[in-house]
């Protein structure tokens, strides 16, 4: 048990999915996990373990912003001891080739600023994924048929973010979307030795202004999860 997990030595599985909002952690264990239980609820960031496959998974909200991800994942990774986070969850496009609906595997994540940037000091360090995680999770999505883009992206740490001139840049040079938790993921997992990866799902388009409705998110957001569990196994 840690501050802000409750979970009991043992509750928390090597592999953990981590969804931004802990309702659709709810959501995903009950549709993809057996027998899952629920193993934490502090502060209403609900966690479950179960298993899928026979192999046994957590799902754990993360909240929204690195600094809520940072806590999670630091008690995560130091005190229950696991080994490979995903992250999944929704993200904005930065390009008209990645379209509302698209699932985006990020490569690598810029950011202006994150709570690790400060261990850095004037060193740009760029957080990346797990190479074994991405090469599956690409191979997984291909196999569903799955419109499916790699590269980098941008986890900002506002988002009603009013930098135009910053967004105009990123776009320039091929940033594929913005979401606000990857970063930090990457830079944390790399620290402590560990596998990660953030498989994101667009749910909006900053160039088209294009939404992805609300009750078309949940099927959406299930392709993300399969395609997640079968990189973490397969």
């Not at 088209?208 to 079968?230: K, S, Y």
Request: without cysteine.
């Amino acid at each position: 048990m840690t501050i802000h997990i409750g979970a009991k030595e043992g509750d928390i599985a090597e592999t953990v999915l981590m969804p931004g909002d802990p309702y659709r952690a709810k959501w995903a264990a009950e549709t993809f996990l057996k027998d899952a239980k629920l193993v934490n609820e502090v502060r209403g960031m609900l966690g479950f373990t179960g298993t899928w496959n026979g192999h046994r998974v957590t799902i754990q909200g993360s909240g929204m912003g690195m600094p809520s991800l940072s806590i999670y994942a630091n008690e995560l990774i130091r005190d229950y001891n696991a080994q490979t986070l995903i992250r999944i969850g929704s993200t904005g496009s930065m390009q008209e080739n990645v379209k509302v609906r698209d699932v985006v595997l990020a490569q690598a994540a810029a950011t202006a600023g994150s709570p690790s940037r400060t261990i850095f000091k004037d060193f740009n360090y760029s957080p990346v994924a797990d190479f074994d995680l991405l090469h599956k999770a690409f191979h997984a999505a291909e196999a569903k048929g799955t419109p499916t883009h790699v590269g980098s992206i941008y986890s900002s740490d506002t988002f009603y973010d009013e930098r135009s001139d910053l967004t105009e840049q990123m776009m320039r040079h091929g940033v594929l979307a913005v979401e606000m938790e990857a970063a930090e993921l990457y830079t944390l997992a790399a620290r402590y030795g560990r596998r990660a990866l953030a498989i994101l799902t667009v749910s909006d388009h900053l160039i088209t202004h294009e939404a992805l409705p609300a009750e078309d998110r949940e099927r959406t957001f299930g392709d993300m999860v399969e395609i997640a569990l079968e990189a973490a196994f397969k």
